[in-house]
Protein backbone atom coordinates (compact mmCIF):
# COMPACT_ATOMS: atom_id res chain seq x y z
CA UNK A 1 0.00 0.00 0.00
CA UNK A 2 1.50 3.41 -1.13
CA UNK A 3 1.28 6.41 1.51
CA UNK A 4 2.69 10.09 1.93
CA UNK A 5 4.49 11.10 4.52
CA UNK A 6 6.88 9.35 6.83
CA UNK A 7 7.31 5.84 6.67
CA UNK A 8 5.35 4.22 9.49
CA UNK A 9 6.70 2.84 12.49
CA UNK A 10 7.18 -1.15 12.40
CA UNK A 11 8.93 -1.83 15.76
CA UNK A 12 8.81 -0.96 19.20
CA UNK A 13 11.78 0.99 20.87
CA UNK A 14 13.05 0.28 24.15
CA UNK A 15 14.15 2.66 26.79
CA UNK A 16 17.75 2.48 28.25
CA UNK A 17 17.28 1.35 32.26
CA UNK A 18 20.52 2.03 34.88
CA UNK A 19 20.85 -0.14 38.21
CA UNK A 20 22.76 1.98 40.70
CA UNK A 21 25.45 0.41 43.21
CA UNK A 22 24.18 2.04 46.36
CA UNK A 23 27.04 3.83 48.56
CA UNK A 24 25.76 4.80 52.29
CA UNK A 25 26.07 8.75 52.82
CA UNK A 26 26.43 9.27 48.90
CA UNK A 27 23.68 11.52 47.41
CA UNK A 28 25.45 11.94 44.00
CA UNK A 29 25.59 9.51 41.09
CA UNK A 30 27.15 9.33 37.67
CA UNK A 31 24.33 8.90 34.74
CA UNK A 32 25.06 6.88 31.52
CA UNK A 33 24.14 8.93 29.39
CA UNK A 34 23.97 12.80 29.36
CA UNK A 35 20.29 14.60 30.11
CA UNK A 36 19.20 17.97 29.77
CA UNK A 37 17.24 17.76 33.21
CA UNK A 38 15.28 15.25 35.84
CA UNK A 39 12.27 15.19 33.74
CA UNK A 40 14.53 13.28 31.11
CA UNK A 41 14.64 9.94 33.61
CA UNK A 42 12.20 8.42 35.31
CA UNK A 43 14.24 7.33 38.88
CA UNK A 44 12.66 4.32 41.07
CA UNK A 45 13.60 3.92 44.61
CA UNK A 46 12.33 0.64 46.14
CA UNK A 47 10.33 0.20 43.30
CA UNK A 48 8.64 3.55 43.78
CA UNK A 49 8.43 6.10 41.18
CA UNK A 50 9.76 9.45 42.70
CA UNK A 51 8.88 12.84 42.18
CA UNK A 52 11.43 15.17 40.26
CA UNK A 53 12.51 18.52 40.43
CA UNK A 54 14.41 21.26 43.37
CA UNK A 55 12.85 20.47 46.76
CA UNK A 56 11.35 16.93 45.36
CA UNK A 57 13.01 13.49 45.52
CA UNK A 58 16.06 14.09 42.75
CA UNK A 59 17.36 16.43 40.67
CA UNK A 60 19.42 15.44 37.36
CA UNK A 61 21.96 17.75 34.47
CA UNK A 62 24.04 16.32 32.34
CA UNK A 63 25.98 13.03 33.70
CA UNK A 64 24.68 14.11 37.35
CA UNK A 65 22.09 12.84 39.21
CA UNK A 66 21.67 14.14 42.81
CA UNK A 67 19.12 12.71 45.44
CA UNK A 68 17.79 14.86 48.02
CA UNK A 69 18.33 12.09 50.61
CA UNK A 70 20.84 9.41 50.57
CA UNK A 71 20.43 6.00 50.51
CA UNK A 72 21.45 2.32 52.71
CA UNK A 73 23.19 -0.11 51.00
CA UNK A 74 21.63 -3.03 51.67
CA UNK A 75 18.69 -1.67 52.23
CA UNK A 76 17.68 0.04 49.53
CA UNK A 77 17.02 -0.29 45.44
CA UNK A 78 16.99 2.43 43.05
CA UNK A 79 17.14 2.02 38.91
CA UNK A 80 16.53 5.28 36.56
CA UNK A 81 14.70 4.84 32.72
CA UNK A 82 15.72 7.42 30.10
CA UNK A 83 13.32 8.29 28.72
CA UNK A 84 14.25 10.96 26.04
CA UNK A 85 17.97 9.59 25.67
CA UNK A 86 19.46 10.79 22.34
CA UNK A 87 19.94 8.48 19.44
CA UNK A 88 21.41 10.54 16.88
CA UNK A 89 22.94 13.85 16.16
CA UNK A 90 21.01 15.80 13.21
CA UNK A 91 22.96 18.79 11.36
CA UNK A 92 20.68 21.36 10.57
CA UNK A 93 20.46 22.63 7.05
CA UNK A 94 22.41 25.53 5.73
CA UNK A 95 21.33 29.00 7.12
CA UNK A 96 18.71 27.53 9.15
CA UNK A 97 20.22 28.75 12.33
CA UNK A 98 19.27 32.46 13.70
CA UNK A 99 20.90 34.99 15.59
CA UNK A 100 18.33 34.07 18.86
CA UNK A 101 19.61 29.82 18.51
CA UNK A 102 23.63 31.62 19.51
CA UNK A 103 25.02 31.98 22.25
CA UNK A 104 26.38 35.79 23.45
CA UNK A 105 29.82 34.16 23.85
CA UNK A 106 29.48 33.68 19.88
CA UNK A 107 30.46 36.38 17.17
CA UNK A 108 26.86 37.39 16.17
CA UNK A 109 24.97 40.61 15.23
CA UNK A 110 23.98 40.35 19.17
CA UNK A 111 27.39 40.74 20.14
CA UNK A 112 28.88 44.17 17.49
CA UNK A 113 31.08 46.40 19.09
CA UNK A 114 29.83 49.66 19.17
CA UNK A 115 32.55 52.03 20.37
CA UNK A 116 36.34 51.65 19.68
CA UNK A 117 38.09 48.91 21.43
CA UNK A 118 39.84 49.18 24.45
CA UNK A 119 43.16 48.12 24.63
CA UNK A 120 42.67 44.87 26.57
CA UNK A 121 40.24 43.95 23.65
CA UNK A 122 41.72 41.21 21.79
CA UNK A 123 40.94 40.39 17.79
CA UNK A 124 41.36 37.36 15.91
CA UNK A 125 44.39 36.79 13.21
CA UNK A 126 45.65 34.55 11.13
CA UNK A 127 49.83 34.10 11.60
CA UNK A 128 50.42 32.17 8.66
CA UNK A 129 47.53 29.91 8.89
CA UNK A 130 46.70 29.76 12.63
CA UNK A 131 44.56 31.50 14.89
CA UNK A 132 45.87 33.62 17.11
CA UNK A 133 44.45 36.56 19.98
CA UNK A 134 46.02 39.91 19.90
CA UNK A 135 45.75 42.85 21.85
CA UNK A 136 43.60 45.67 20.41
CA UNK A 137 46.67 48.07 21.55
CA UNK A 138 48.84 46.19 19.13
CA UNK A 139 46.95 47.17 16.24
CA UNK A 140 45.77 50.17 16.58
CA UNK A 141 47.66 53.28 15.07
CA UNK A 142 48.19 55.96 17.84
CA UNK A 143 51.03 58.53 16.21
CA UNK A 144 52.99 57.93 18.99
CA UNK A 145 56.10 58.78 20.82
CA UNK A 146 54.26 62.20 20.35
CA UNK A 147 56.34 65.19 21.87
CA UNK A 148 55.87 69.13 21.65
CA UNK A 149 58.28 71.48 23.68
CA UNK A 150 58.71 75.60 23.86
CA UNK A 151 61.59 77.73 25.17
CA UNK A 152 60.69 79.04 28.69
CA UNK A 153 62.76 81.87 28.20
CA UNK A 154 65.04 84.01 25.83
CA UNK A 155 68.49 82.72 24.82
CA UNK A 156 71.51 84.14 23.70
CA UNK A 157 72.99 82.96 20.66
CA UNK A 158 76.87 84.30 19.29
CA UNK A 159 77.69 84.86 16.34
CA UNK A 160 78.28 82.07 12.96
CA UNK A 161 78.00 79.59 15.78
CA UNK A 162 75.51 76.56 15.10
CA UNK A 163 74.02 76.32 19.25
CA UNK A 164 71.15 74.20 20.67
CA UNK A 165 67.87 75.74 21.65
CA UNK A 166 66.66 75.20 25.01
CA UNK A 167 63.17 74.21 25.25
CA UNK A 168 62.52 74.79 29.10
CA UNK A 169 59.01 74.26 29.27
CA UNK A 170 57.21 70.89 27.75
CA UNK A 171 54.16 70.79 26.79
CA UNK A 172 53.42 67.18 26.30
CA UNK A 173 55.50 63.86 26.02
CA UNK A 174 53.43 60.64 25.37
CA UNK A 175 56.25 57.98 26.23
CA UNK A 176 58.61 60.27 28.80
CA UNK A 177 61.20 60.55 25.72
CA UNK A 178 62.01 64.05 25.56
CA UNK A 179 64.10 65.38 28.19
CA UNK A 180 67.67 68.16 28.14
CA UNK A 181 66.29 69.75 24.85
CA UNK A 182 65.84 66.21 22.98
CA UNK A 183 64.17 63.38 21.94
CA UNK A 184 65.55 60.45 22.04
CA UNK A 185 63.84 57.42 20.11
CA UNK A 186 62.38 54.62 22.71
CA UNK A 187 63.37 51.23 21.94
CA UNK A 188 60.82 49.44 19.64
CA UNK A 189 59.72 52.33 18.36
CA UNK A 190 62.26 52.93 15.07
CA UNK A 191 59.78 53.86 12.49
CA UNK A 192 59.08 57.46 10.29
CA UNK A 193 58.40 60.42 12.05
CA UNK A 194 57.52 63.99 11.36
CA UNK A 195 59.70 66.70 13.10
CA UNK A 196 58.85 70.26 13.11
CA UNK A 197 60.69 72.98 14.32
CA UNK A 198 60.54 76.82 14.64
CA UNK A 199 63.28 79.78 16.29
CA UNK A 200 61.44 83.39 16.68
CA UNK A 201 63.87 86.35 17.06
CA UNK A 202 64.11 90.20 15.87
CA UNK A 203 65.08 90.61 12.76
CA UNK A 204 68.88 91.96 12.65
CA UNK A 205 69.74 93.68 9.61
CA UNK A 206 71.96 92.33 6.62
CA UNK A 207 72.43 88.57 8.63
CA UNK A 208 71.87 85.24 7.59
CA UNK A 209 69.29 83.30 10.21
CA UNK A 210 69.30 79.19 10.55
CA UNK A 211 67.17 76.57 12.25
CA UNK A 212 68.19 72.60 11.80
CA UNK A 213 67.24 69.62 12.74
CA UNK A 214 69.87 67.04 13.71
CA UNK A 215 70.31 63.60 14.38
CA UNK A 216 72.81 62.13 16.51
CA UNK A 217 72.65 58.10 15.69
CA UNK A 218 73.36 55.74 18.67
CA UNK A 219 76.75 55.44 19.12
CA UNK A 220 77.68 58.48 15.85
CA UNK A 221 77.91 61.85 15.24
CA UNK A 222 75.42 64.34 14.40
CA UNK A 223 74.24 65.19 11.28
CA UNK A 224 71.90 67.71 9.30
CA UNK A 225 68.56 66.16 8.24
CA UNK A 226 66.67 69.67 7.89
CA UNK A 227 67.10 73.18 7.66
CA UNK A 228 65.40 76.50 7.48
CA UNK A 229 66.67 79.39 6.29
CA UNK A 230 65.07 83.77 6.46
CA UNK A 231 67.18 86.68 5.44
CA UNK A 232 67.18 90.32 6.20
CA UNK A 233 63.83 91.86 7.37
CA UNK A 234 62.18 93.78 9.90
CA UNK A 235 60.25 93.26 12.90
CA UNK A 236 59.90 89.88 14.21
CA UNK A 237 59.78 86.59 12.41
CA UNK A 238 60.53 83.14 12.69
CA UNK A 239 62.42 80.45 10.72
CA UNK A 240 60.56 76.89 10.54
CA UNK A 241 61.63 73.69 9.37
CA UNK A 242 59.69 70.02 8.95
CA UNK A 243 60.37 66.94 7.73
CA UNK A 244 59.42 63.69 7.62
CA UNK A 245 62.37 61.59 8.42
CA UNK A 246 63.51 57.15 8.63
CA UNK A 247 64.24 56.94 12.79
CA UNK A 248 66.33 54.09 14.42
CA UNK A 249 65.77 53.23 18.15
CA UNK A 250 68.51 55.17 20.56
CA UNK A 251 68.29 58.23 17.62
CA UNK A 252 69.05 61.53 19.57
CA UNK A 253 67.18 64.98 17.94
CA UNK A 254 68.22 68.34 18.87
CA UNK A 255 67.28 72.01 17.48
CA UNK A 256 70.31 74.49 16.72
CA UNK A 257 70.04 77.81 15.24
CA UNK A 258 72.93 80.17 13.89
CA UNK A 259 73.14 83.57 12.85
CA UNK A 260 75.73 85.96 10.88
CA UNK A 261 74.38 89.30 12.65
CA UNK A 262 77.78 90.35 13.41
CA UNK A 263 77.51 89.63 17.26
CA UNK A 264 75.59 87.86 19.89
CA UNK A 265 71.75 87.82 19.49
CA UNK A 266 68.73 86.79 21.55
CA UNK A 267 65.67 84.15 19.81
CA UNK A 268 62.51 84.40 20.95
CA UNK A 269 60.71 82.19 24.02
CA UNK A 270 57.31 80.65 24.26
CA UNK A 271 55.68 79.88 21.67
CA UNK A 272 57.57 81.42 18.90
CA UNK A 273 60.80 78.97 19.83
CA UNK A 274 58.90 75.11 19.91
CA UNK A 275 60.27 71.83 18.59
CA UNK A 276 57.48 68.88 18.33
CA UNK A 277 57.01 65.79 16.65
CA UNK A 278 55.06 62.24 16.77
CA UNK A 279 55.66 59.17 14.84
CA UNK A 280 53.55 58.45 11.39
CA UNK A 281 54.35 54.28 10.51
CA UNK A 282 56.94 52.06 11.14
Known amino acids: MSYIGNTPALNYVSFAKQVFTIVNSQTAYTLDHKVTNENDIRLVINN ?3 EPGSGKAYTA ?24 KAVQTVNPPNASVGSAQIAD ?33 YLKSANTPAFSAKATSQQSISNETFTDVDFGTEVFDTDSAFASNVFTVPSGEGGKYYLFAQAGRQVWDSDRFLTRIVRTPSGGSGDEIAVGETHDGEGYETTQVECIFQLTAGDVIKIQVWHNSGSTRNISSGVRTVFQGYKIIE
Open 105 to 137: DLISGKTALGATPADTDELLISDAGTLKRVDYS
Open 61 to 84: SGTTLTLSAALVNGTDEMYCVFLG
Open 48 to 50: VVQ
